[in-house]
């Protein structure tokens, strides 16, 4: 069973709509969320959450982590061609010393002019 | 620059051959990670590694074999018994200190002919 699941798989948008991704993850000790967003090759950081309820912000994009309900969502506002790429979720779980980084399917959108 | 570096960018492979993928990086980070990505599959954990001379399967270690017998380097070794190896390869690390994001490689695509 996957442990974190991205919702939607794929998303298409017109430039200036807004968008909401989310993520749902099932770990046994949480340490982190992080957000990525992959356009060619390497993945790009955008986030990383740690407590509930605190909305991190970069410009147009704005995360939050619910740690009750086990879930984080990306939005991103007045959408931009620029902003298309896959968006990964990745959880970090700690077990004993070790530290494992889970990711999710992705999301992939596609903003069109 | 810091950062990691992943070589080479493109790897072709006969079938039945093993192949060594590099990974290096010196930001002196303590946990390093390979992920292989396919079509629509996000990226799988294949192995990973905290400390120097010890490592921990993934999700999907089978065919696969690294080592790390120095903090800056975790190559992967495709094998033989790795029955579908074509995909994208990242590698990936991140320091023990909170709050550290994980930096990724621009990755290595390999394909069996």
């Known amino acids: 069973e996957d442990k974190v699941v991205q919702s939607p798989l794929s998303l298409v948008v017109h430039e200036g709509d807004t968008v909401t991704l989310n993520c749902s993850y099932e770990?046994?000790?949480?340490?982190?969320l992080l957000w990525y967003k992959q356009e060619k090759k390497a993945p790009t950081f955008l986030f990383m959450l740690?407590?509930?309820?605190i909305e991190k912000k970069s410009g147009r994009l704005s995360s939050i982590l619910d740690k009750k309900e086990l879930f984080s969502i990306l939005n991103i506002t007045a959408t931009q061609t620029g902003d298309s790429a896959v968006y990964l979720c990745a959880v970090e779980e700690s077990g004993g010393s070790n530290y494992k980084l889970t990711f999710g399917k992705g999301t992939l959108l596609t903003v069109n002019p | 620059d810091g950062g990691i570096t992943q070589s080479p960018k493109y790897l072709f492979r006969k079938e039945g051959q093993n192949v060594t993928l590099s990974c290096e990086q010196n930001l002196n980070h303590d946990a390093m990670y390979w992920y292989r990505q396919d079509p629509g599959q996000g990226l799988r954990l294949i192995y990973y590694s905290q400390i120097v001379n010890d490592f921990q399967k993934g999700d999907i270690a089978e065919g696969y074999s690294v080592s790390r017998e120095k903090k800056e380097s975790f190559p992967l070794t495709v094998t033989s018994a790795q029955k579908n190896p074509t995909a994208f390869y990242l590698c990936?690390?991140?320091?023990?200190?909170?709050?550290?994001?994980?930096?990724f490689g621009q990755g290595t695509r390999l394909t069996v002919v």
């Open positions: 770990v046994t000790n949480f340490r982190s």
């Open positions: 990936a690390s991140r320091s023990w200190t909170e709050g550290i994001k994980a930096f």
């Open positions: 740690t407590s509930s309820g």
